[in-house]
């Protein structure tokens, strides 16, 4: 067991080391790295002060040994809009947009789980094939349009959301939440909606497919032979079975919200790290697109290293065979 | 002769292949009118000229007279906007329609490229074996662990605007499905008798690949490519609604909803409504001949 945790440590610190370079690759070799880490409003001087500062006009190999290092420390760059360091502006964004991902992912699940379970069920009536061709609908709808059509019925013509901001917020242990206030937790639930509506399309159609394939085990035939209630066959057997794969993927699924609500950050003007990406993008700030990437990349080795973990321990077979390879 | 017998017959299994998948496909109704739908949007998108009322591109016959006209209003001289005009007096629906070539066009492009690229790092891998695959797919692993709306942005943000550069992005996205894909189903059929009994003819390995491994290892590949079309249009569509895809000259439904958005506030619903209605058409439909063809080609999930 142990021997596998620290098999994917390494992994993570490998994916993280490759990114990193890619990073390094994309930024600082591709392009032209003076345009990119030099503010274009700098004139001469400061020019030649930044290259020698930054160190560009030293080898590529000194370069990449100084950009590591620094990368190490913490120091990601200067915001060029904002003049304070990158790392710092992405963190103090970071509440929100793990806040709106969080409840996503919950509506998501809330959603998938027991509407995929009915289907699985009932595969051939009205309801299972409702809900499988519903589940097609929600995850072919494009998520910024839906998002907008949210807040054109809820909030231009019934007016009874907000259709953008993130409302009042509440400190819990020095971190800013919308969600134990009323009027945040108004702001929350439409982009939590738009976000939730994809995952729970996939969730369903994922509990839909394990439920079929468990009520076809062994397992649960066995279960019913013994006599048990259907309640219990369903509510113990079959749920446990389908728990593993929406396990995983819910755990995938948490990483890819958070990249996606860079889009449902911009369209309800929600101040979470995607809409600052964006905004970095459009005005070039160069210093917190690579900021954004590591922070990102670091966190998804995270929640990937944490998934493994939850799946070791709720399916046994992958212990055995993680240590046979 | 013999090996020209085994052709003929390879020839007359693929046509009784791909007969029996057509007519399991055709025994949902659902399915086969998606299907009729897709082709009656790309018959649109490609003779857009010919069935457009208007040339949205061309600025002389707007009129700025007629700008954010409710939908199934007329125009001065008494031309019928069936869904409305934008903030310059265009047509919605002829924007529309422009608007879905270009967005098809660009999924269509790069899911081939994609998939020519794809499909040949995962034949190789599967064929090669040992490091090579060990390398390739940890490669792939690795960029399928993240999202591709993550890599597209990024990859948009360093390339800069352009529908080239989103046709960059979007293969970058794709190619690794399909070389796991097609690795999977190639492993599979490598084993089999007649890959080896083409080995032991001595064929060239680029023969054995092409010839008998690509053809029985690709039908797994159409599901994913189905899939992938929609992923692409949705993923474009994103991209220019969050001003980083297609230019404005040329916009399509993305931009077109973007667009809208600015209208949206203050009641002029139908820019940004229509558009995103065509999308979900577009894309619904490809899901739905996607998710009926993952039925028949992949016999776990079959009844």
Known sequence: MLAFLFRRFGQGLFVVAVMATLVFVGVYALGNPIDILISPEADQLEREQAIERLGLDKPLWVQFALFVKSALTGNLGISFVHGVPAIDLILSRMPATLELAFVALVISVGIGIPAGLLAGLTPRSLIGRGIMTGSILGFSVPNFWLGLMLILLFAVELKVLPAGGRGETVDVLGIGLSLFTLDGLRHLILPALTLGIYKASLITRLSYAGTRDALLQDFVRFARAKGLSERRVVGVHVLKAILIPVVTVIGLELGSMIAFAVVTETVFAWPGMGKLLIESIYRLDRPVIVAYLIVIVVMFVVINFTVDLIYTALDPRVRLSGQEA | ?303
């Not at chain 2, 457009?52 to 001065?76: E, F, G, H, T, V």
């Not at chain 2, 924007?95 to 999924?107: D, H, N, P, Q, Y």
């Not at chain 2, 090579?132 to 792939?140: E, K, S, T, Y």
């Open chain 2, 1 to 303: 002769m013999a090996l020209v017998d085994i052709r003929v017959d390879d020839i007359e299994t693929w046509h009784v292949r791909a007969g029996r998948t057509f007519g399991e496909f055709a025994e949902s109704r659902v399915a086969v009118a998606a299907l009729g739908l897709i082709v009656l949007l790309l018959v649109v998108a490609v003779l857009a000229p010919w069935v457009a009322p208007q040339n949205p591109y061309d600025l002389s016959q707007l009129s700025i007279m007629d700008n954010k006209l409710p939908p199934l209003s007329r125009s001065l001289d008494g031309q019928l906007y069936l869904l409305g005009t934008d903030d310059q007096g265009r047509d919605m629906l002829s924007a529309i329609i422009f608007g879905l070539r270009l967005s098809l066009t660009v999924a269509i492009v790069a899911t081939g490229i994609a998939l020519v690229l794809g499909a040949c790092v995962g034949l190789l891998a599967a064929y090669a074996g040992g490091r090579i695959d060990a390398v390739l797919m940890r490669i792939v692993d690795i960029q399928l662990s993240f999202p591709a709306i993550l890599i597209a942005l990024i990859l948009v943000a360093i390339l800069g605007k352009g529908v080239d550069k989103v046709v960059i992005a979007l293969i970058s996205v794709q190619w690794a499905y399909y070389a796991r894909t097609i690795r999977g189903s190639a492993l599979v059929e490598r084993r089999r008798e007649y890959i080896e009994a083409a080995r032991g003819l001595a064929l060239p390995h680029w023969r054995v690949v092409f010839r008998h491994l690509l053809p029985n290892a690709f039908p797994p590949l159409i599901v994913v490519a189905t899939v992938q079309v929609a992923h692409a249009i949705a993923l474009e569509a994103t991209l220019s609604f969050l001003g980083l895809g297609v230019p404005i000259t040329e916009p399509s439904l993305g931009l077109l909803i973007a667009n809208g958005y600015g209208y949206m506030m203050s009641g002029s619903y139908w820019i940004a409504f229509y558009p995103g209605i065509a999308l979900l058409i577009a894309i619904a439909a490809i899901n739905l001949v996607g998710d009926r063809l993952g039925e028949v080609l992949n016999p776990r999930l079959a009844r």
